[in-house]
Each structure stands twice: as structure tokens, then as C-alpha cells.
């Protein structure tokens, strides 16, 4: 399975700033996901992030709030943009490298506090 | 409306004995069933999963059963072990969304085994 990292492991951010969050992959991946975990919830694909395109959102979820890069096979960004408290959670990438590529293999996360 | 449902937030089993954990789903489409498993700032692990194809899937001390008429599956540990404490995630997929990477997760049973 791949070994995936992120940064920050976790931020305390001002409402209205923005985060960008990084996800960077032992070996290189087609596809990208990343998630969101509010508290006491569970876990909510935000995008998926092929390399070469633009991602593809899930519906709730906007280009303008959620900026991704993609530039290369092994990296990825998300942008949290103009922060408010309801944006704190646990920020999680991952990739699918399984049979079928449905099994997921996820990051260790970041969690963002918004005050 | 949540699709995958765990109903029981948190489970206690002693030391040596079965743990069951259960997962009910409501969308007939969902073809392929994951199981993670989740530490404290740590992302999910991938533990087990079963396509619906088959009804058992069997991994050392961890068994899947999925009841496809029933909308349930269940994850089995025997012997349960205290480094089995931790959060475990079910979650469905289906290709029928041509989404790959769309994977439904539940909010989580928490696990403690007790030595």
C-alpha cells in the first residue's frame, strides 16, 4: 500500500483566512481523493483529484471553497478558503491503489480548528 | 439520509473473546463493502472488505459477512485483542456512480477490549 503524509498535522486558523493542506504520496497514484470528518461524523468525500484535470466535486462542495492542485502523480493540495468555525474538522487525502483500485489507502490527516 | 448506518457507536468486549461489529446499508447498488479501522490522530486503516459477489470473506482474525437480502454486513474478530481498540468504519461503494473514488462511510463504532 502507499505511504501517504500531510501538512500540517493540524492548524488553529482565524475565521475568513485560508489553509492550504498538502498531501504527498510515496509513489505515484492516478487517483486522489480528499475527505472531510466533521466531529461526530462520518467521513465525506469532498473531490477527487486526477492529475492533468481539473478535480471533480462532490455535490455540496465548490471549487471556490475547496481549491485542489494536482500537479504531478505523487502530490496534491486542498485549499480551505475563508474559514469559518463550521470548517473545523479532520481534513483526510487518500488514494486507491487496491484490487479494482477501491481500496483506499488515507493519510493521517489534518485537523483544522476554525476560531 | 445516511446510506451506510452503524447503529451501535461504541462496543465493549473482553480480552480473548468475538467481537461483532455491524453495518446496515440502505442502497441496493452498492457493490463493494470496506471495513477501516481508526486510531487517535491517525488516519483510517484499511482492514478487510468483500465484493457482493461473495457472502464471507475471511482475512487471520478478521471476517467479514455481508447479507445481501438484509442490507447488512458484519465484521467478526476472533480472538479480540486490546490493540484491537479503536474506531472501526464501514463503508460501500459502487461503480454504478462511475465515481471510483465515491466511497459512503458510516460514523464509526468505537471498539474496547478489555484485558
Known amino acids: 500500500s502507499a505511504v501517504i503524509s500531510q501538512k500540517p498535522s493540524r492548524d488553529i486558523c482565524q475565521r475568513g483566512t485560508s489553509l492550504t493542506i498538502q498531501c504527498q504520496v510515496d509513489s505515484q497514484v492516478t487517483m486522489m481523493f480528499w475527505y472531510r470528518q466533521q466531529p461526530g461524523q462520518s467521513l465525506t468525500l469532498i473531490a477527487t483529484?486526477?492529475?492533468?484535470?481539473?478535480?471533480?466535486?462532490e455535490s455540496g462542495f465548490v471549487i471556490d471553497k475547496f481549491p485542489i492542485s494536482r500537479p504531478n502523480l505523487t502530490f496534491s493540495t486542498l485549499t480551505v478558503s475563508n474559514m469559518s468555525p463550521e470548517d473545523s474538522s479532520i481534513y483526510l487525502c487518500?488514494?486507491?491503489?487496491?484490487?479494482?483500485?477501491?481500496?483506499?489507502?488515507f493519510g493521517p490527516g489534518t485537523r483544522l480548528t476554525v476560531t | 439520509d445516511q446510506q451506510v448506518k452503524q447503529n451501535s457507536p461504541s462496543l465493549s468486549v473482553q480480552e480473548g473473546r468475538i467481537s461483532i461489529l455491524n453495518c446496515d446499508y440502505t442502497?441496493?447498488?452498492?457493490?463493494?463493502f470496506l471495513w477501516y479501522k481508526k486510531y487517535p490522530a491517525e488516519g483510517p486503516t484499511f482492514l478487510i472488505s468483500i465484493s457482493s459477489i461473495k457472502d464471507k470473506n475471511e482475512d487471520g482474525r478478521f471476517t467479514v459477512f455481508l447479507n445481501k437480502s438484509a442490507k447488512h454486513l458484519s465484521l467478526h474478530i476472533v480472538p479480540s485483542q486490546p490493540g484491537d481498540s479503536a474506531v472501526y468504519f464501514c463503508?460501500?461503494?459502487?461503480?454504478?456512480?462511475?465515481?471510483?473514488?465515491?466511497?459512503?462511510f458510516g460514523k464509526g463504532t468505537k471498539l474496547s477490549v478489555k484485558p
Open positions: 487518500s488514494t486507491a491503489t487496491g484490487t479494482g483500485g477501491l481500496e483506499q489507502y
Open positions: 442502497n441496493s447498488m452498492f457493490d463493494y
Open positions: 463503508a460501500a461503494s459502487g461503480t454504478y456512480g462511475g465515481s471510483q473514488g465515491n466511497l459512503i
Open positions: 483529484a486526477n492529475q492533468g484535470s481539473e478535480a471533480t466535486y
